[in-house]
Protein backbone atom coordinates (compact mmCIF):
# COMPACT_ATOMS: atom_id res chain seq x y z
CA UNK A 1 0.00 0.00 0.00
CA UNK A 2 2.98 2.51 1.16
CA UNK A 3 4.62 1.52 -1.95
CA UNK A 4 1.97 2.47 -4.28
CA UNK A 5 1.48 5.98 -2.75
CA UNK A 6 4.98 6.39 -2.59
CA UNK A 7 6.08 6.24 -6.55
CA UNK A 8 3.74 8.84 -7.73
CA UNK A 9 4.91 11.08 -4.68
CA UNK A 10 8.48 10.29 -5.91
CA UNK A 11 7.29 11.12 -9.78
CA UNK A 12 5.74 14.62 -8.79
CA UNK A 13 8.98 15.42 -6.72
CA UNK A 14 11.57 14.87 -9.48
CA UNK A 15 8.98 16.51 -12.23
CA UNK A 16 8.69 19.48 -9.69
CA UNK A 17 12.50 19.15 -9.36
CA UNK A 18 13.47 19.14 -12.63
CA UNK A 19 11.08 20.18 -14.86
CA UNK A 20 9.04 23.22 -12.67
CA UNK A 21 10.89 26.72 -12.67
CA UNK A 22 9.99 28.53 -9.57
CA UNK A 23 9.79 32.26 -9.21
CA UNK A 24 13.10 33.70 -7.23
CA UNK A 25 14.01 36.93 -5.85
CA UNK A 26 14.87 39.76 -7.80
CA UNK A 27 17.52 41.24 -8.25
CA UNK A 28 17.03 44.54 -9.83
CA UNK A 29 19.03 47.41 -8.32
CA UNK A 30 20.64 44.81 -5.71
CA UNK A 31 24.54 45.34 -5.72
CA UNK A 32 26.28 41.62 -6.30
CA UNK A 33 30.08 40.92 -5.18
CA UNK A 34 31.69 38.13 -7.01
CA UNK A 35 35.43 37.26 -5.81
CA UNK A 36 36.89 35.16 -8.96
CA UNK A 37 34.41 36.98 -11.26
CA UNK A 38 37.20 37.75 -13.77
CA UNK A 39 37.09 34.11 -15.01
CA UNK A 40 34.99 30.62 -15.38
CA UNK A 41 32.07 30.26 -13.53
CA UNK A 42 32.14 33.60 -11.24
CA UNK A 43 32.37 35.65 -14.46
CA UNK A 44 29.08 33.83 -16.19
CA UNK A 45 27.55 34.55 -12.65
CA UNK A 46 28.38 38.37 -12.56
CA UNK A 47 27.25 38.59 -16.38
CA UNK A 48 24.16 36.74 -15.39
CA UNK A 49 23.47 39.43 -12.73
CA UNK A 50 23.87 41.97 -14.82
CA UNK A 51 21.26 40.94 -17.41
CA UNK A 52 19.10 41.19 -14.06
CA UNK A 53 20.07 44.64 -13.81
CA UNK A 54 22.00 44.38 -10.74
CA UNK A 55 24.76 46.27 -9.58
CA UNK A 56 27.95 44.30 -10.27
CA UNK A 57 31.19 44.34 -8.45
CA UNK A 58 33.83 41.63 -9.38
CA UNK A 59 37.08 41.10 -7.10
CA UNK A 60 40.30 39.19 -8.61
CA UNK A 61 44.13 39.87 -8.74
CA UNK A 62 45.00 40.05 -12.46
CA UNK A 63 44.19 44.00 -13.36
CA UNK A 64 44.27 42.66 -17.00
CA UNK A 65 42.00 39.93 -16.67
CA UNK A 66 39.35 41.91 -14.73
CA UNK A 67 39.83 44.92 -17.10
CA UNK A 68 38.92 42.34 -20.74
CA UNK A 69 35.96 41.06 -18.54
CA UNK A 70 34.22 43.95 -17.18
CA UNK A 71 34.27 44.73 -20.91
CA UNK A 72 31.84 41.79 -21.14
CA UNK A 73 30.07 42.17 -18.15
CA UNK A 74 28.88 45.60 -18.99
CA UNK A 75 27.96 44.56 -22.43
CA UNK A 76 25.35 41.98 -20.66
CA UNK A 77 23.75 45.17 -18.60
CA UNK A 78 20.35 46.16 -18.76
CA UNK A 79 20.14 49.60 -17.97
CA UNK A 80 23.60 51.21 -18.62
CA UNK A 81 22.65 54.16 -17.25
CA UNK A 82 21.82 53.00 -13.70
CA UNK A 83 23.55 50.15 -13.10
CA UNK A 84 26.97 50.32 -11.88
CA UNK A 85 29.43 47.00 -12.85
CA UNK A 86 32.68 47.76 -11.43
CA UNK A 87 36.33 45.72 -10.71
CA UNK A 88 38.74 45.75 -7.45
CA UNK A 89 41.81 43.94 -7.43
CA UNK A 90 42.34 42.22 -4.10
CA UNK A 91 44.01 38.89 -3.01
CA UNK A 92 41.16 37.19 -1.16
CA UNK A 93 43.58 35.25 0.82
CA UNK A 94 44.62 38.60 3.17
CA UNK A 95 41.99 39.12 5.18
CA UNK A 96 42.69 42.77 6.15
CA UNK A 97 42.49 43.40 2.21
CA UNK A 98 39.69 41.74 1.35
CA UNK A 99 37.71 43.82 4.75
CA UNK A 100 38.94 47.13 3.66
CA UNK A 101 38.16 46.68 -0.01
CA UNK A 102 34.62 45.32 1.08
CA UNK A 103 34.19 48.66 3.11
CA UNK A 104 35.32 51.00 0.38
CA UNK A 105 32.92 49.05 -1.89
CA UNK A 106 30.22 48.88 0.36
CA UNK A 107 30.56 52.99 0.31
CA UNK A 108 30.95 53.93 -3.46
CA UNK A 109 28.49 51.41 -4.72
CA UNK A 110 25.99 50.50 -1.80
CA UNK A 111 25.14 47.86 0.57
CA UNK A 112 26.64 44.40 -0.68
CA UNK A 113 23.23 42.14 -0.94
CA UNK A 114 24.76 38.77 -2.14
CA UNK A 115 28.87 37.96 -2.01
CA UNK A 116 29.40 35.00 -4.48
CA UNK A 117 32.75 33.34 -3.72
CA UNK A 118 34.10 31.22 -6.88
CA UNK A 119 38.15 32.36 -6.13
CA UNK A 120 39.42 28.87 -6.38
CA UNK A 121 41.55 26.48 -8.22
CA UNK A 122 42.31 22.98 -8.08
CA UNK A 123 46.31 20.98 -8.56
CA UNK A 124 45.94 17.06 -8.82
CA UNK A 125 48.05 14.40 -8.38
CA UNK A 126 48.91 11.43 -6.22
CA UNK A 127 49.28 12.68 -2.21
CA UNK A 128 52.74 11.87 -1.82
CA UNK A 129 53.97 14.12 -5.30
CA UNK A 130 52.87 17.66 -4.05
CA UNK A 131 55.04 20.00 -3.03
CA UNK A 132 54.46 21.32 0.75
CA UNK A 133 54.06 24.91 -1.39
CA UNK A 134 51.64 23.31 -3.97
CA UNK A 135 49.50 22.10 -0.21
CA UNK A 136 49.67 25.74 1.46
CA UNK A 137 48.59 27.53 -1.83
CA UNK A 138 45.76 25.50 -2.24
CA UNK A 139 44.85 25.81 1.49
CA UNK A 140 45.11 29.21 1.48
CA UNK A 141 42.65 29.60 -1.79
CA UNK A 142 40.52 27.13 -1.32
CA UNK A 143 39.76 27.73 2.65
CA UNK A 144 41.11 30.65 3.65
CA UNK A 145 39.89 32.67 0.38
CA UNK A 146 36.48 31.32 1.53
CA UNK A 147 36.64 32.29 5.00
CA UNK A 148 38.50 35.74 5.43
CA UNK A 149 35.41 37.45 2.89
CA UNK A 150 32.49 35.67 5.07
CA UNK A 151 34.28 36.89 8.08
CA UNK A 152 34.53 40.41 6.59
CA UNK A 153 30.88 40.04 5.63
CA UNK A 154 28.88 38.37 8.33
CA UNK A 155 28.27 41.65 10.43
CA UNK A 156 26.78 44.09 7.86
CA UNK A 157 24.46 40.88 6.78
CA UNK A 158 23.79 40.54 10.25
CA UNK A 159 22.78 44.44 10.89
CA UNK A 160 20.86 44.91 8.07
CA UNK A 161 19.13 41.28 8.51
CA UNK A 162 19.57 39.96 5.10
CA UNK A 163 22.11 38.81 2.87
CA UNK A 164 23.41 35.55 0.20
CA UNK A 165 26.26 34.15 0.63
CA UNK A 166 27.52 31.87 -2.16
CA UNK A 167 30.77 29.57 -1.26
CA UNK A 168 31.98 27.63 -4.12
CA UNK A 169 32.90 24.11 -3.31
CA UNK A 170 32.92 21.02 -5.90
CA UNK A 171 31.15 17.58 -6.07
CA UNK A 172 34.33 16.51 -4.20
CA UNK A 173 33.38 18.17 -1.70
CA UNK A 174 30.76 15.57 -0.65
CA UNK A 175 33.19 12.73 -2.07
CA UNK A 176 37.11 12.18 -1.90
CA UNK A 177 38.34 11.05 -5.46
CA UNK A 178 41.47 9.73 -7.07
CA UNK A 179 44.50 12.74 -7.75
CA UNK A 180 42.34 15.41 -5.33
CA UNK A 181 43.74 14.88 -1.81
CA UNK A 182 44.43 18.33 -1.49
CA UNK A 183 41.94 20.24 -3.23
CA UNK A 184 38.79 17.73 -1.96
CA UNK A 185 40.11 18.28 1.77
CA UNK A 186 39.80 22.04 1.43
CA UNK A 187 36.42 21.56 -0.30
CA UNK A 188 35.27 19.12 2.38
CA UNK A 189 36.57 22.01 5.08
CA UNK A 190 33.98 24.39 2.69
CA UNK A 191 30.71 22.29 3.88
CA UNK A 192 31.53 22.45 7.50
CA UNK A 193 31.95 26.21 6.90
CA UNK A 194 28.22 26.87 4.86
CA UNK A 195 26.55 24.37 7.42
CA UNK A 196 27.86 26.05 10.50
CA UNK A 197 27.42 29.89 9.21
CA UNK A 198 24.26 28.20 7.81
CA UNK A 199 22.78 27.69 11.16
CA UNK A 200 24.37 30.75 12.84
CA UNK A 201 22.52 33.56 9.86
CA UNK A 202 19.37 32.15 9.54
CA UNK A 203 17.71 34.01 12.24
CA UNK A 204 19.26 36.94 11.09
CA UNK A 205 17.43 36.00 7.67
CA UNK A 206 20.82 35.40 5.78
CA UNK A 207 20.52 32.24 3.61
CA UNK A 208 24.09 30.37 2.62
CA UNK A 209 23.96 28.56 -0.28
CA UNK A 210 27.30 25.85 -1.20
CA UNK A 211 27.93 25.69 -4.86
CA UNK A 212 28.93 22.12 -5.95
CA UNK A 213 29.85 22.51 -9.89
CA UNK A 214 30.62 19.33 -12.03
CA UNK A 215 33.60 19.41 -14.81
CA UNK A 216 32.91 22.78 -16.00
CA UNK A 217 34.45 24.22 -19.26
CA UNK A 218 36.50 27.06 -17.57
CA UNK A 219 40.10 28.42 -17.96
CA UNK A 220 40.54 27.15 -14.82
CA UNK A 221 39.53 23.34 -15.85
CA UNK A 222 41.79 23.79 -18.78
CA UNK A 223 44.69 24.47 -15.81
CA UNK A 224 43.61 21.81 -13.87
CA UNK A 225 43.72 19.26 -16.58
CA UNK A 226 47.48 19.46 -17.34
CA UNK A 227 47.91 18.19 -13.64
CA UNK A 228 45.55 15.32 -13.79
CA UNK A 229 46.87 11.81 -13.42
CA UNK A 230 45.36 9.36 -16.06
CA UNK A 231 42.98 7.86 -13.66
CA UNK A 232 41.64 11.19 -12.37
CA UNK A 233 40.96 12.15 -16.43
CA UNK A 234 39.15 8.80 -16.89
CA UNK A 235 37.15 8.88 -14.05
CA UNK A 236 35.78 12.13 -15.36
CA UNK A 237 35.15 11.40 -18.00
CA UNK A 238 32.07 9.62 -16.51
CA UNK A 239 30.51 12.39 -15.75
CA UNK A 240 29.46 15.55 -18.25
CA UNK A 241 31.77 18.77 -19.18
CA UNK A 242 29.10 21.31 -18.22
CA UNK A 243 29.36 24.90 -19.88
CA UNK A 244 29.91 27.88 -17.12
CA UNK A 245 26.87 29.48 -18.25
CA UNK A 246 24.46 26.77 -17.62
CA UNK A 247 26.62 26.26 -14.08
CA UNK A 248 26.11 29.92 -13.11
CA UNK A 249 22.49 30.08 -13.89
CA UNK A 250 21.59 27.14 -11.72
CA UNK A 251 24.04 28.54 -8.92
CA UNK A 252 22.29 31.95 -8.73
CA UNK A 253 18.71 29.99 -9.42
CA UNK A 254 19.58 27.92 -5.77
CA UNK A 255 21.13 31.15 -3.90
CA UNK A 256 18.10 33.06 -4.77
CA UNK A 257 15.73 30.46 -3.91
CA UNK A 258 17.12 29.80 -0.47
CA UNK A 259 18.23 26.45 -1.80
CA UNK A 260 21.64 25.11 0.77
CA UNK A 261 23.20 23.44 -1.87
CA UNK A 262 23.61 24.42 -5.46
CA UNK A 263 24.55 21.22 -7.77
CA UNK A 264 23.37 20.42 -11.60
CA UNK A 265 22.61 17.27 -13.49
CA UNK A 266 22.02 13.79 -12.31
CA UNK A 267 25.61 12.56 -10.87
CA UNK A 268 25.38 16.10 -9.02
CA UNK A 269 21.55 14.72 -7.94
CA UNK A 270 22.72 11.82 -6.28
CA UNK A 271 25.56 12.58 -5.50
CA UNK A 272 24.07 15.92 -3.15
CA UNK A 273 20.71 13.80 -1.69
CA UNK A 274 22.97 10.70 -0.63
CA UNK A 275 25.57 13.08 1.57
CA UNK A 276 22.68 15.41 2.78
CA UNK A 277 23.51 13.97 6.32
CA UNK A 278 22.70 17.16 8.85
CA UNK A 279 22.40 19.40 6.20
CA UNK A 280 19.43 22.35 6.13
CA UNK A 281 16.30 21.72 4.50
CA UNK A 282 13.29 23.81 3.05
CA UNK A 283 10.69 21.43 3.48
CA UNK A 284 9.30 18.21 5.49
CA UNK A 285 8.09 17.10 1.83
CA UNK A 286 11.73 17.14 0.39
CA UNK A 287 13.01 14.78 3.10
CA UNK A 288 10.06 12.23 2.96
CA UNK A 289 11.01 12.53 -1.04
CA UNK A 290 14.76 12.16 0.08
CA UNK A 291 14.23 9.37 2.35
CA UNK A 292 12.21 7.57 0.12
CA UNK A 293 15.00 7.67 -3.02
CA UNK A 294 17.82 7.08 -0.22
CA UNK A 295 18.10 3.17 -0.19
CA UNK A 296 18.21 3.08 -4.22
CA UNK A 297 20.59 5.70 -4.72
CA UNK A 298 23.02 3.98 -2.82
CA UNK A 299 22.13 1.12 -4.67
CA UNK A 300 23.34 3.17 -7.60
CA UNK A 301 26.09 4.92 -5.94
CA UNK A 302 28.04 1.32 -5.52
CA UNK A 303 27.57 0.76 -9.23
CA UNK A 304 29.90 4.69 -9.63
CA UNK A 305 32.34 3.53 -7.03
CA UNK A 306 32.87 -0.16 -8.79
CA UNK A 307 33.17 1.69 -11.71
CA UNK A 308 36.27 3.61 -10.56
CA UNK A 309 37.70 1.11 -8.94
CA UNK A 310 37.83 -0.45 -11.82
CA UNK A 311 39.58 2.22 -14.04
CA UNK A 312 41.57 2.57 -10.95
CA UNK A 313 43.09 -1.11 -11.20
CA UNK A 314 43.00 -1.12 -14.98
CA UNK A 315 45.55 1.90 -14.58
CA UNK A 316 47.67 0.64 -11.89
CA UNK A 317 47.94 -3.27 -13.81
CA UNK A 318 49.19 -0.97 -17.39
CA UNK A 319 51.80 0.61 -15.06
CA UNK A 320 52.73 -2.60 -13.95
CA UNK A 321 53.14 -3.94 -17.30
CA UNK A 322 55.32 -0.90 -18.14
CA UNK A 323 57.48 -1.04 -15.59
CA UNK A 324 58.32 -4.73 -15.82
CA UNK A 325 58.66 -4.80 -19.59
CA UNK A 326 61.25 -1.36 -18.96
CA UNK A 327 63.36 -4.05 -16.41
CA UNK A 328 63.15 -6.77 -19.03
CA UNK A 329 64.71 -4.49 -21.69
CA UNK A 330 67.45 -3.25 -19.42
CA UNK A 331 68.61 -6.45 -18.51
CA UNK A 332 68.44 -7.71 -22.55
N1 LIG B 1 35.74 24.51 -13.50
C1 LIG B 1 35.43 23.38 -12.87
O1 LIG B 1 35.38 22.28 -13.48
C2 LIG B 1 35.09 23.40 -11.40
C3 LIG B 1 34.52 22.26 -10.84
C4 LIG B 1 34.22 22.26 -9.49
C5 LIG B 1 34.48 23.38 -8.72
N2 LIG B 1 35.04 24.48 -9.28
C6 LIG B 1 35.32 25.63 -8.42
O2 LIG B 1 34.61 26.74 -8.96
C7 LIG B 1 35.36 27.94 -8.70
C8 LIG B 1 35.59 28.68 -10.01
O3 LIG B 1 36.30 27.82 -10.88
P1 LIG B 1 36.65 28.24 -12.38
O4 LIG B 1 37.03 27.00 -13.08
O5 LIG B 1 35.56 29.10 -12.90
O6 LIG B 1 38.00 29.08 -12.11
P2 LIG B 1 38.84 30.08 -13.03
O7 LIG B 1 38.32 30.11 -14.42
O8 LIG B 1 40.28 29.72 -12.84
O9 LIG B 1 38.59 31.48 -12.30
C9 LIG B 1 39.06 31.68 -11.00
C10 LIG B 1 38.84 33.11 -10.60
O10 LIG B 1 39.31 33.29 -9.26
C11 LIG B 1 40.23 34.38 -9.24
N3 LIG B 1 41.20 34.15 -8.18
C12 LIG B 1 42.08 33.12 -8.06
N4 LIG B 1 42.84 33.26 -6.98
C13 LIG B 1 42.46 34.42 -6.39
C14 LIG B 1 42.87 35.13 -5.22
N5 LIG B 1 43.87 34.68 -4.45
N6 LIG B 1 42.24 36.28 -4.90
C15 LIG B 1 41.25 36.77 -5.69
N7 LIG B 1 40.80 36.14 -6.78
C16 LIG B 1 41.40 34.98 -7.14
C17 LIG B 1 40.85 34.37 -10.65
O11 LIG B 1 41.43 35.60 -11.03
P3 LIG B 1 42.98 35.97 -10.72
O12 LIG B 1 43.79 34.74 -11.02
O13 LIG B 1 43.28 37.13 -11.59
O14 LIG B 1 43.03 36.33 -9.27
C18 LIG B 1 39.59 34.10 -11.47
O15 LIG B 1 38.82 35.27 -11.60
C19 LIG B 1 36.64 27.49 -7.99
O16 LIG B 1 36.44 27.61 -6.60
C20 LIG B 1 36.79 26.03 -8.38
O17 LIG B 1 37.50 25.31 -7.39
C21 LIG B 1 35.37 24.51 -10.61
Not at 196 to 212: D, N, Q, R, S, Y
Not at 247 to 268: C, M, P, Q, T, W
Request: charged fraction near 20%; charge should be positive; aromatic fraction near 10%.
Amino acid sequence: MVIFLLIPFIIFMLVRKFLVRKEVKNIANKHIVVIGGSSGIGKSIAELAARKNAHVTIIARNIDKLAQAIEDIRKCSVNPAEQRISYVSVDVTNFEDIENNLCEIEETIGPIYMLVNCAGFAICGEMERFSVHEIKSLININILGSIYPVKAIIPKFKQRREGIIVLTGSLVSLFGMYGYSIYSSCKFALRGLAEAIHMELKPFGVTVTLALPPDTDTPGFHQENKSKPIETSKISTMGTLYKPDEVAEKILRDALDGNFFSYIGFNGFILTTLCKGFSPFKSFRQVIFESAILGLIRFVSAFYVVQMQKIIQLCFDEKEQRKRGQRKNKYT
